[in-house]
Protein backbone atom coordinates (compact mmCIF):
# COMPACT_ATOMS: atom_id res chain seq x y z
CA UNK A 1 0.00 0.00 0.00
CA UNK A 2 1.38 3.33 -0.63
CA UNK A 3 2.58 5.86 1.74
CA UNK A 4 0.00 8.52 2.17
CA UNK A 5 1.44 10.83 4.96
CA UNK A 6 4.82 11.69 5.72
CA UNK A 7 6.99 13.61 8.19
CA UNK A 8 8.21 17.23 7.63
CA UNK A 9 10.50 16.91 10.51
CA UNK A 10 13.00 14.01 11.59
CA UNK A 11 12.87 12.16 14.32
CA UNK A 12 15.91 13.59 15.91
CA UNK A 13 13.48 17.26 15.90
CA UNK A 14 10.16 15.57 16.92
CA UNK A 15 12.27 13.77 20.00
CA UNK A 16 13.86 17.09 20.70
CA UNK A 17 10.25 18.36 20.70
CA UNK A 18 8.78 15.95 22.69
CA UNK A 19 10.91 15.74 25.73
CA UNK A 20 11.65 20.10 25.53
CA UNK A 21 7.80 20.70 25.71
CA UNK A 22 6.50 17.85 27.79
CA UNK A 23 9.18 18.56 30.60
CA UNK A 24 8.66 22.40 30.41
CA UNK A 25 4.52 21.55 30.66
CA UNK A 26 5.34 19.76 33.48
CA UNK A 27 7.52 21.85 35.41
CA UNK A 28 4.99 24.76 34.55
CA UNK A 29 2.53 22.60 35.84
CA UNK A 30 4.64 21.81 39.17
CA UNK A 31 4.77 25.57 39.62
CA UNK A 32 1.20 26.47 39.18
CA UNK A 33 0.25 22.72 41.48
CA UNK A 34 2.67 25.01 44.89
CA UNK A 35 1.01 28.41 43.91
CA UNK A 36 -2.37 27.09 44.04
CA UNK A 37 -2.28 24.85 47.00
CA UNK A 38 -0.14 26.24 49.65
CA UNK A 39 0.32 29.73 48.31
CA UNK A 40 -2.68 31.71 47.30
CA UNK A 41 -5.04 32.31 49.81
CA UNK A 42 -8.37 30.30 49.45
CA UNK A 43 -11.09 31.56 51.87
CA UNK A 44 -12.56 29.97 54.05
CA UNK A 45 -13.07 26.19 53.41
CA UNK A 46 -14.99 23.49 55.89
CA UNK A 47 -12.74 20.33 55.09
CA UNK A 48 -9.47 22.37 53.33
CA UNK A 49 -7.15 18.59 53.34
CA UNK A 50 -9.86 17.01 51.66
CA UNK A 51 -10.02 20.00 49.34
CA UNK A 52 -6.71 19.84 48.73
CA UNK A 53 -6.52 15.16 48.26
CA UNK A 54 -8.79 15.44 45.52
CA UNK A 55 -7.53 18.40 44.06
CA UNK A 56 -3.75 16.43 43.89
CA UNK A 57 -5.53 12.95 42.47
CA UNK A 58 -7.23 14.97 40.09
CA UNK A 59 -3.87 17.05 38.95
CA UNK A 60 -2.02 13.60 38.51
CA UNK A 61 -4.96 12.27 36.43
CA UNK A 62 -5.01 15.13 34.14
CA UNK A 63 -1.02 15.39 34.03
CA UNK A 64 -0.64 12.01 32.80
CA UNK A 65 -3.66 12.66 30.24
CA UNK A 66 -2.62 15.81 28.43
CA UNK A 67 0.91 14.62 28.54
CA UNK A 68 -0.36 11.34 26.46
CA UNK A 69 -2.51 13.59 24.71
CA UNK A 70 -0.09 16.25 24.20
CA UNK A 71 2.06 13.81 23.01
CA UNK A 72 0.65 12.49 20.44
CA UNK A 73 -1.77 15.13 18.92
CA UNK A 74 1.57 17.80 18.88
CA UNK A 75 3.33 14.86 17.15
CA UNK A 76 0.75 14.73 14.57
CA UNK A 77 1.06 18.59 13.90
CA UNK A 78 4.52 17.49 11.63
CA UNK A 79 2.61 14.87 10.06
CA UNK A 80 1.64 15.49 6.25
CA UNK A 81 -1.12 14.00 4.18
CA UNK A 82 0.61 13.34 0.64
CA UNK A 83 -1.93 15.16 -2.12
CA UNK A 84 -1.65 16.96 -5.34
CA UNK A 85 0.94 18.41 -7.06
CA UNK A 86 4.90 18.89 -5.69
CA UNK A 87 4.37 22.41 -6.21
CA UNK A 88 1.28 22.25 -3.54
CA UNK A 89 3.16 19.33 -0.95
CA UNK A 90 6.09 21.89 -1.01
CA UNK A 91 3.86 24.71 -0.09
CA UNK A 92 2.14 22.87 2.69
CA UNK A 93 5.32 21.57 3.96
CA UNK A 94 6.71 25.22 3.94
CA UNK A 95 3.48 26.27 5.98
CA UNK A 96 3.41 23.12 8.99
CA UNK A 97 7.41 23.95 9.47
CA UNK A 98 7.10 27.70 9.66
CA UNK A 99 4.21 27.09 11.53
CA UNK A 100 5.16 24.54 13.84
CA UNK A 101 5.80 26.54 17.26
CA UNK A 102 2.42 28.48 16.35
CA UNK A 103 0.67 24.85 16.05
CA UNK A 104 2.17 23.14 18.93
CA UNK A 105 1.79 26.01 21.08
CA UNK A 106 -1.70 25.98 19.95
CA UNK A 107 -1.88 22.13 21.43
CA UNK A 108 -0.80 23.28 24.59
CA UNK A 109 -2.76 26.71 24.86
CA UNK A 110 -6.20 23.74 24.38
CA UNK A 111 -4.92 21.79 27.16
CA UNK A 112 -4.04 24.51 29.63
CA UNK A 113 -7.58 26.22 29.30
CA UNK A 114 -8.90 22.74 29.63
CA UNK A 115 -7.14 22.26 32.82
CA UNK A 116 -8.33 25.83 33.66
CA UNK A 117 -11.70 24.92 33.37
CA UNK A 118 -11.75 21.64 34.94
CA UNK A 119 -10.39 23.20 38.06
CA UNK A 120 -12.36 25.75 37.60
CA UNK A 121 -15.52 23.69 38.39
CA UNK A 122 -14.06 20.87 40.27
CA UNK A 123 -13.61 23.49 43.31
CA UNK A 124 -16.84 25.64 42.44
CA UNK A 125 -18.98 23.01 45.37
CA UNK A 126 -16.46 23.93 47.69
CA UNK A 127 -16.18 27.94 47.57
CA UNK A 128 -16.19 30.00 44.29
CA UNK A 129 -13.28 32.31 45.55
CA UNK A 130 -10.92 29.07 45.53
CA UNK A 131 -12.53 28.18 42.09
CA UNK A 132 -11.61 31.70 40.69
CA UNK A 133 -8.35 31.64 42.25
CA UNK A 134 -7.18 28.42 40.80
CA UNK A 135 -8.60 29.06 37.66
CA UNK A 136 -6.60 32.43 37.52
CA UNK A 137 -3.67 30.35 38.43
CA UNK A 138 -3.64 27.92 35.93
CA UNK A 139 -4.50 30.61 33.18
CA UNK A 140 -1.17 33.05 34.54
CA UNK A 141 0.84 29.48 34.30
CA UNK A 142 -0.34 28.05 31.08
CA UNK A 143 0.13 31.72 28.86
CA UNK A 144 3.43 31.31 30.48
CA UNK A 145 4.20 28.15 29.84
CA UNK A 146 3.08 28.33 26.43
CA UNK A 147 4.93 31.91 25.88
CA UNK A 148 8.50 29.72 26.78
CA UNK A 149 7.51 26.23 24.55
CA UNK A 150 6.85 28.95 21.40
CA UNK A 151 10.45 30.23 21.99
CA UNK A 152 12.26 27.00 22.54
CA UNK A 153 10.21 25.41 19.90
CA UNK A 154 10.94 27.88 17.50
CA UNK A 155 14.93 27.35 18.13
CA UNK A 156 14.75 23.68 18.00
CA UNK A 157 12.78 23.59 14.18
CA UNK A 158 15.57 26.69 12.86
CA UNK A 159 17.53 24.16 11.15
CA UNK A 160 14.07 23.04 9.85
CA UNK A 161 13.10 26.40 8.99
CA UNK A 162 15.84 26.74 7.28
CA UNK A 163 16.07 23.76 4.92
CA UNK A 164 12.57 24.56 3.61
CA UNK A 165 13.35 28.22 2.84
CA UNK A 166 16.48 27.02 1.15
CA UNK A 167 14.42 26.13 -1.66
CA UNK A 168 12.08 29.02 -1.62
CA UNK A 169 13.36 32.40 0.80
CA UNK A 170 10.52 34.38 2.09
CA UNK A 171 9.78 37.49 0.12
CA UNK A 172 7.23 38.81 2.36
CA UNK A 173 6.93 38.05 6.17
CA UNK A 174 4.89 35.31 6.65
CA UNK A 175 5.01 35.65 10.50
CA UNK A 176 4.42 38.12 13.27
CA UNK A 177 6.73 41.39 13.03
CA UNK A 178 9.82 41.44 15.41
CA UNK A 179 7.84 45.00 16.97
CA UNK A 180 4.82 42.56 17.96
CA UNK A 181 7.00 39.50 19.01
CA UNK A 182 8.38 41.48 21.68
CA UNK A 183 5.46 43.11 22.68
CA UNK A 184 3.87 40.04 22.99
CA UNK A 185 6.40 38.29 24.79
CA UNK A 186 7.07 40.28 27.17
CA UNK A 187 3.13 40.42 27.77
CA UNK A 188 2.85 36.56 28.54
CA UNK A 189 6.49 36.51 29.88
CA UNK A 190 6.03 39.52 32.63
CA UNK A 191 2.87 41.26 32.45
CA UNK A 192 0.73 37.92 33.24
CA UNK A 193 2.39 38.16 36.80
CA UNK A 194 1.88 41.42 37.29
CA UNK A 195 -1.66 41.34 36.27
CA UNK A 196 -1.51 38.35 38.89
CA UNK A 197 -0.29 39.84 41.63
CA UNK A 198 -3.20 42.99 40.78
CA UNK A 199 -5.40 40.65 41.58
CA UNK A 200 -3.82 39.22 44.50
CA UNK A 201 -4.42 42.84 45.84
CA UNK A 202 -7.64 43.09 44.93
CA UNK A 203 -8.88 39.92 46.37
CA UNK A 204 -7.26 41.08 49.69
CA UNK A 205 -9.09 44.35 49.38
CA UNK A 206 -11.93 43.17 49.02
CA UNK A 207 -12.02 40.41 51.42
CA UNK A 208 -9.47 41.25 54.21
CA UNK A 209 -8.85 38.08 55.15
CA UNK A 210 -5.31 37.93 53.64
CA UNK A 211 -2.75 38.53 56.76
CA UNK A 212 -0.01 40.78 56.05
CA UNK A 213 2.73 37.81 56.35
CA UNK A 214 0.46 35.57 54.11
CA UNK A 215 0.14 38.56 51.75
CA UNK A 216 4.09 38.84 51.54
CA UNK A 217 4.69 35.18 50.66
CA UNK A 218 2.15 35.70 48.02
CA UNK A 219 4.18 38.50 46.25
CA UNK A 220 7.59 36.84 47.27
CA UNK A 221 6.57 33.70 45.71
CA UNK A 222 4.49 35.33 42.64
CA UNK A 223 7.27 37.88 42.04
CA UNK A 224 10.22 36.05 41.84
CA UNK A 225 8.59 33.54 39.52
CA UNK A 226 7.41 36.73 37.11
CA UNK A 227 11.07 37.51 37.65
CA UNK A 228 12.49 34.12 36.48
CA UNK A 229 10.16 33.58 33.40
CA UNK A 230 10.43 37.11 32.50
CA UNK A 231 13.96 36.79 32.43
CA UNK A 232 13.81 33.25 30.78
CA UNK A 233 11.01 34.78 28.11
CA UNK A 234 13.02 38.26 27.22
CA UNK A 235 16.25 35.82 27.03
CA UNK A 236 15.04 33.54 24.60
CA UNK A 237 13.12 36.68 22.22
CA UNK A 238 16.12 38.52 21.99
CA UNK A 239 18.42 35.76 21.52
CA UNK A 240 15.84 34.78 18.38
CA UNK A 241 16.42 38.58 17.05
CA UNK A 242 20.34 38.33 17.87
CA UNK A 243 21.56 34.96 16.28
CA UNK A 244 20.33 36.08 12.62
CA UNK A 245 21.54 39.26 12.96
CA UNK A 246 24.93 38.04 14.50
CA UNK A 247 25.25 35.42 11.35
CA UNK A 248 24.89 38.45 9.05
CA UNK A 249 27.60 40.15 10.70
CA UNK A 250 29.89 37.24 10.63
CA UNK A 251 28.86 36.70 6.89
CA UNK A 252 30.08 40.16 6.20
CA UNK A 253 32.71 40.05 8.07
CA UNK A 254 33.81 37.41 5.47
CA UNK A 255 32.63 39.13 2.42
CA UNK A 256 34.67 42.32 3.81
CA UNK A 257 37.79 40.15 3.38
CA UNK A 258 37.12 39.03 -0.29
CA UNK A 259 34.92 35.98 0.35
CA UNK A 260 32.30 36.21 -2.17
CA UNK A 261 31.21 32.65 -1.63
CA UNK A 262 29.45 34.00 2.29
CA UNK A 263 25.93 32.83 2.88
CA UNK A 264 23.68 32.69 5.71
CA UNK A 265 20.95 30.14 6.18
CA UNK A 266 17.11 31.61 6.17
CA UNK A 267 15.77 30.66 9.28
CA UNK A 268 13.40 33.18 10.08
CA UNK A 269 9.45 34.04 8.80
CA UNK A 270 9.93 37.48 9.73
CA UNK A 271 11.61 40.37 8.77
CA UNK A 272 14.77 39.03 9.99
CA UNK A 273 14.57 35.90 7.40
CA UNK A 274 13.99 38.90 4.84
CA UNK A 275 16.95 40.60 6.08
CA UNK A 276 19.06 37.21 5.55
CA UNK A 277 17.39 36.28 2.00
CA UNK A 278 18.46 39.86 1.06
CA UNK A 279 22.22 39.55 2.36
CA UNK A 280 22.54 36.66 0.51
CA UNK A 281 20.83 37.81 -3.05
CA UNK A 282 23.25 41.50 -2.39
CA UNK A 283 26.39 38.72 -2.22
CA UNK A 284 25.41 36.67 -4.91
CA UNK A 285 25.11 40.27 -6.76
CA UNK A 286 28.48 41.20 -5.39
CA UNK A 287 29.98 37.89 -6.52
CA UNK A 288 28.68 38.12 -9.79
CA UNK A 289 30.50 41.68 -10.19
CA UNK A 290 33.77 40.36 -8.75
CA UNK A 291 33.38 37.74 -11.38
CA UNK A 292 32.53 40.03 -14.40
CA UNK A 293 35.42 42.19 -13.15
CA UNK A 294 37.58 39.48 -12.95
CA UNK A 295 36.85 38.36 -16.82
CA UNK A 296 37.15 42.34 -17.70
CA UNK A 297 40.35 42.62 -16.18
CA UNK A 298 41.66 39.71 -17.68
CA UNK A 299 40.87 40.48 -21.05
CA UNK A 300 41.74 44.33 -20.97
CA UNK A 301 44.32 44.13 -18.11
CA UNK A 302 43.84 44.48 -14.26
CA UNK A 303 44.75 48.22 -14.52
CA UNK A 304 42.59 49.04 -17.33
CA UNK A 305 39.87 47.34 -15.48
CA UNK A 306 40.34 49.70 -12.36
CA UNK A 307 40.58 52.52 -14.53
CA UNK A 308 37.45 52.29 -16.25
CA UNK A 309 35.45 51.24 -12.90
CA UNK A 310 36.55 54.30 -11.43
CA UNK A 311 35.50 56.47 -14.33
CA UNK A 312 32.39 58.55 -13.79
CA UNK A 313 31.52 58.00 -17.77
CA UNK A 314 33.50 56.34 -20.77
CA UNK A 315 35.51 59.41 -22.49
CA UNK A 316 36.79 58.57 -25.87
CA UNK A 317 40.12 59.98 -26.44
CA UNK A 318 43.10 60.03 -24.69
CA UNK A 319 46.63 62.01 -23.61
CA UNK A 320 49.69 61.98 -24.24
CA UNK A 321 51.48 59.62 -21.67
CA UNK A 322 55.73 58.91 -21.49
CA UNK A 323 55.58 54.91 -22.09
CA UNK A 324 57.74 52.53 -22.71
CA UNK A 325 56.46 49.65 -25.74
CA UNK A 326 57.98 45.65 -25.97
CA UNK A 327 56.52 44.12 -28.44
CA UNK A 328 57.38 40.39 -28.93
CA UNK A 329 56.59 37.83 -31.89
CA UNK A 330 56.98 34.48 -32.52
CA UNK A 331 59.34 33.13 -35.20
CA UNK A 332 58.09 30.83 -37.67
CA UNK A 333 54.75 30.11 -36.04
CA UNK A 334 53.18 30.43 -39.82
CA UNK A 335 55.09 27.16 -40.78
CA UNK A 336 54.67 25.21 -37.27
CA UNK A 337 51.02 25.73 -38.19
CA UNK A 338 51.47 24.12 -41.25
CA UNK A 339 53.10 20.94 -39.03
CA UNK A 340 51.48 20.29 -35.98
CA UNK A 341 48.08 19.97 -34.80
CA UNK A 342 46.06 23.04 -33.65
CA UNK A 343 45.43 21.94 -30.55
CA UNK A 344 49.10 21.55 -29.90
CA UNK A 345 50.12 25.09 -31.42
CA UNK A 346 47.24 26.32 -29.00
CA UNK A 347 48.93 25.21 -25.55
CA UNK A 348 52.52 25.99 -27.40
CA UNK A 349 51.34 29.64 -27.71
CA UNK A 350 49.09 29.63 -24.28
CA UNK A 351 52.87 28.77 -22.58
CA UNK A 352 54.40 31.27 -24.49
CA UNK A 353 51.83 34.07 -23.64
CA UNK A 354 51.94 32.63 -20.37
CA UNK A 355 55.82 33.60 -19.55
CA UNK A 356 55.21 37.02 -21.15
CA UNK A 357 52.27 38.20 -18.92
CA UNK A 358 54.23 36.81 -15.56
CA UNK A 359 57.19 38.65 -16.92
CA UNK A 360 55.51 41.87 -17.74
CA UNK A 361 53.41 42.28 -15.26
CA UNK A 362 56.48 41.34 -12.81
CA UNK A 363 57.93 44.56 -14.06
CA UNK A 364 54.98 46.91 -13.45
CA UNK A 365 53.69 46.69 -17.48
CA UNK A 366 50.39 45.18 -18.81
CA UNK A 367 49.50 43.75 -21.78
CA UNK A 368 47.66 45.90 -24.49
CA UNK A 369 46.76 42.84 -26.89
CA UNK A 370 47.82 40.06 -28.38
CA UNK A 371 48.40 39.57 -32.21
CA UNK A 372 48.16 35.84 -32.91
CA UNK A 373 51.02 34.80 -31.79
CA UNK A 374 52.74 38.56 -30.81
CA UNK A 375 52.01 40.80 -27.84
CA UNK A 376 51.95 44.18 -27.48
CA UNK A 377 52.97 45.43 -23.56
CA UNK A 378 53.01 48.90 -22.58
CA UNK A 379 54.50 50.36 -19.28
CA UNK A 380 53.51 54.00 -18.18
CA UNK A 381 49.53 53.79 -18.91
CA UNK A 382 47.49 53.72 -17.63
CA UNK A 383 49.18 53.76 -14.78
CA UNK A 384 52.30 55.74 -14.33
CA UNK A 385 55.34 54.66 -13.71
CA UNK A 386 58.70 56.17 -12.11
CA UNK A 387 60.72 55.01 -15.03
CA UNK A 388 58.75 53.14 -17.79
CA UNK A 389 61.80 52.67 -19.85
CA UNK A 390 63.95 51.20 -17.75
CA UNK A 391 61.24 48.55 -16.61
CA UNK A 392 60.46 48.00 -20.07
CA UNK A 393 64.13 46.95 -21.02
CA UNK A 394 64.26 45.15 -17.54
CA UNK A 395 61.35 42.96 -18.92
CA UNK A 396 62.63 42.33 -22.69
CA UNK A 397 65.96 41.23 -20.94
CA UNK A 398 64.26 38.73 -18.54
CA UNK A 399 61.94 37.67 -21.20
CA UNK A 400 64.70 37.03 -23.81
CA UNK A 401 66.15 34.76 -20.87
CA UNK A 402 63.09 33.15 -19.95
CA UNK A 403 62.25 31.89 -23.44
CA UNK A 404 65.22 30.51 -24.18
CA UNK A 405 64.95 28.01 -20.79
CA UNK A 406 61.73 27.61 -20.96
CA UNK A 407 60.52 27.32 -24.28
CA UNK A 408 64.13 26.17 -26.23
CA UNK A 409 61.85 24.64 -29.28
CA UNK A 410 60.78 28.30 -30.26
CA UNK A 411 62.44 31.53 -30.93
CA UNK A 412 60.87 35.42 -30.57
CA UNK A 413 62.09 38.59 -31.29
CA UNK A 414 61.64 41.20 -28.65
CA UNK A 415 62.02 44.88 -29.34
CA UNK A 416 61.72 47.70 -26.97
CA UNK A 417 60.69 51.33 -27.90
CA UNK A 418 60.06 54.50 -25.80
CA UNK A 419 58.62 57.88 -25.73
CA UNK A 420 55.94 60.00 -25.62
CA UNK A 421 52.41 58.31 -27.20
CA UNK A 422 48.63 58.99 -27.12
CA UNK A 423 47.12 56.68 -24.13
CA UNK A 424 43.59 56.32 -24.05
CA UNK A 425 39.81 54.98 -24.93
CA UNK A 426 39.51 54.60 -28.93
CA UNK A 427 36.70 52.65 -30.85
CA UNK A 428 32.76 53.88 -29.94
CA UNK A 429 30.89 54.55 -26.88
CA UNK A 430 29.34 50.92 -27.42
CA UNK A 431 32.06 49.56 -28.16
CA UNK A 432 36.13 50.47 -27.64
CA UNK A 433 39.27 49.68 -26.24
CA UNK A 434 42.00 51.60 -24.01
CA UNK A 435 45.39 51.62 -26.07
CA UNK A 436 48.54 53.28 -27.30
CA UNK A 437 48.84 55.13 -30.47
CA UNK A 438 52.14 56.86 -31.15
CA UNK A 439 55.74 56.20 -32.52
CA UNK A 440 56.99 54.25 -29.84
CA UNK A 441 54.44 51.40 -31.01
CA UNK A 442 55.62 51.36 -34.73
CA UNK A 443 58.85 51.54 -33.55
CA UNK A 444 59.04 48.95 -31.22
CA UNK A 445 57.66 46.51 -34.10
CA UNK A 446 60.02 47.21 -36.48
CA UNK A 447 62.50 46.32 -34.14
CA UNK A 448 60.60 43.04 -33.54
CA UNK A 449 61.53 42.19 -36.75
CA UNK A 450 65.09 42.67 -36.92
CA UNK A 451 65.44 41.17 -33.70
CA UNK A 452 64.31 37.68 -35.22
CA UNK A 453 67.31 37.37 -36.98
CA UNK A 454 69.76 38.68 -33.44
CA UNK A 455 71.27 36.31 -31.60
CA UNK A 456 69.38 36.68 -28.20
CA UNK A 457 66.32 38.09 -29.97
CA UNK A 458 66.06 40.87 -28.06
CA UNK A 459 66.75 44.88 -29.82
CA UNK A 460 66.02 47.90 -28.05
CA UNK A 461 66.37 52.01 -29.48
CA UNK A 462 69.20 53.57 -28.11
CA UNK A 463 66.30 56.58 -27.50
CA UNK A 464 64.64 53.81 -25.16
CA UNK A 465 68.36 53.48 -23.21
CA UNK A 466 68.94 56.62 -22.77
CA UNK A 467 65.44 57.52 -21.14
CA UNK A 468 65.94 54.75 -18.41
CA UNK A 469 67.85 54.85 -15.28
CA UNK A 470 71.43 54.53 -14.80
CA UNK A 471 71.68 50.95 -13.68
CA UNK A 472 69.26 49.89 -16.61
CA UNK A 473 71.24 51.81 -18.94
CA UNK A 474 74.56 50.09 -18.02
CA UNK A 475 73.22 46.45 -18.91
CA UNK A 476 72.34 47.68 -22.91
CA UNK A 477 75.46 47.46 -25.36
CA UNK A 478 74.61 50.33 -27.71
CA UNK A 479 75.29 49.60 -31.76
CA UNK A 480 75.36 51.03 -34.87
CA UNK A 481 72.44 53.02 -36.54
CA UNK A 482 70.13 51.43 -39.04
CA UNK A 483 67.08 52.71 -40.81
CA UNK A 484 64.37 50.71 -39.95
CA UNK A 485 61.18 49.62 -42.52
CA UNK A 486 58.56 52.76 -43.05
CA UNK A 487 60.99 55.32 -41.19
CA UNK A 488 62.42 57.92 -42.82
CA UNK A 489 65.37 58.76 -39.67
CA UNK A 490 67.65 56.31 -38.77
CA UNK A 491 67.31 54.63 -35.18
CA UNK A 492 70.16 53.62 -32.99
CA UNK A 493 70.04 49.66 -31.80
CA UNK A 494 71.34 48.09 -28.45
CA UNK A 495 70.93 45.28 -27.65
CA UNK A 496 71.89 43.77 -23.66
CA UNK A 497 75.38 43.24 -22.57
CA UNK A 498 75.15 39.98 -22.01
CA UNK A 499 73.88 38.92 -25.65
CA UNK A 500 76.95 40.82 -27.15
CA UNK A 501 79.22 38.81 -29.02
CA UNK A 502 82.70 37.50 -28.19
CA UNK A 503 85.85 38.12 -29.95
CA UNK A 504 85.94 35.32 -32.67
CA UNK A 505 82.20 34.66 -32.84
CA UNK A 506 81.26 36.73 -35.98
CA UNK A 507 82.10 33.23 -38.07
CA UNK A 508 79.34 31.16 -36.18
CA UNK A 509 76.64 34.50 -36.69
CA UNK A 510 77.79 34.09 -39.81
CA UNK A 511 76.69 30.37 -40.97
CA UNK A 512 73.40 30.39 -38.64
CA UNK A 513 74.96 27.74 -36.11
CA UNK A 514 73.46 29.67 -33.28
CA UNK A 515 70.17 29.07 -34.34
CA UNK A 516 69.00 32.59 -35.78
CA UNK A 517 69.39 33.66 -39.49
CA UNK A 518 72.08 36.96 -39.26
CA UNK A 519 71.16 39.76 -41.80
CA UNK A 520 73.11 42.65 -42.30
CA UNK A 521 71.48 44.64 -39.68
CA UNK A 522 72.30 42.07 -37.51
CA UNK A 523 75.77 41.95 -38.44
CA UNK A 524 75.86 45.53 -38.38
CA UNK A 525 74.45 45.87 -34.57
CA UNK A 526 76.86 43.20 -33.63
CA UNK A 527 80.13 44.74 -34.88
CA UNK A 528 82.23 46.43 -32.84
Not at 120 to 132: D, E, G, H, K, V
Not at 291 to 309: E, K, N, T, Y
Not at 498 to 524: I, K, L, N, Q, V
Amino acid sequence: MARTRRWVVSWPVRLALLVVVVAENIVGAGVVLVLAAWVLPSGTIEDPDTVRVVNLIAFGAYLLFAVLAGAVWGTLRFRMRITGDAVTQQRREHRRVLYGPLRLTTVQAVLWVAAALLFFFLNARYSWRLAIQVGETILVGGITVCALSYLLTERILRRSVGRVLSSQPPRRRVLPGIVVRSLLFWALGTAVFVVGLLLSAISALAYRDVPAEQLAVIILSVGGTGLLVGGLVTAGAARAVADPVNAVRRAMRRVERGEFDARVTVNDGTELGQLQSGFNTMVAGLAERERIRDLFGRHVGRDVAAAAAAADEVRLGGEVRAVAVLFVDLVGSTALTTRRPAEEIVGMLNRFFGVVVEVVEAHGGWINKFQGDAALAVFGAPVAVDDPAGCALAAARELGTRLAAELPGLDAGIGVSAGDAVAGNVGDPRRFEYTVIGDPVNEAARLTELAKSVRGGVLAAGSAVALAADGERARWEPGEQTVLRGRDEPTRLAVPVADRPMEGDDDEAHDGTAGRRTSPDAERVHRR
